[in-house]
């Protein structure tokens, strides 16, 4: 897994950084049995749905499109659930709550740098 902060609207978030997962096992476990707080986020490329069997805490989620931009959000996703946003091409997923902290709304530009 690569790690690197995030850009949003092409402005550097200083205070979070960004897991980008790069294989078929890291996509499917994403945030399950890890140490997370509230300054990380994980990405999942090529990716349009997101369960959290098995998790301990809720979720907030966003679902991107090809140009990275915010097309659907998810706050508070709860254990034992599904989300699915068929035109996504992205999601991240973040602590449950770190969407409103960092004033994130669709449409806004969000990618790794």
Do not use: K, Y
Not at 8 to 35: D, H, K, P, Y
Not at 45 to 74: K, S
Not at 98 to 104: D, K, R, S
Request: glycine share 6%; net charge positive; charged share 25%.
């Amino acid at each position: 897994m690569r790690h690197c902060r995030i850009e949003v609207n092409q402005r550097r978030l200083r205070r979070v950084t960004v897991g980008i997962c790069q294989t078929r096992l890291e996509r499917a476990r994403g945030l399950l049995f890890r140490r997370w707080s509230s300054s990380t986020a994980l990405l999942l490329q090529a990716c349009n749905a997101v369960h959290t069997w098995g998790m301990d805490q809720p979720l907030d989620l966003l679902f991107c499109d090809r140009e990275d931009r915010i097309i659907h959000m998810v706050c508070g996703l709860q254990p034992w659930r599904f989300a699915r946003r068929s035109s996504a091409h992205s999601v991240w997923e973040f602590r449950a709550g770190a969407i409103n902290e960092l004033g994130l709304r669709c449409g806004d530009q969000i990618r790794p740098c």
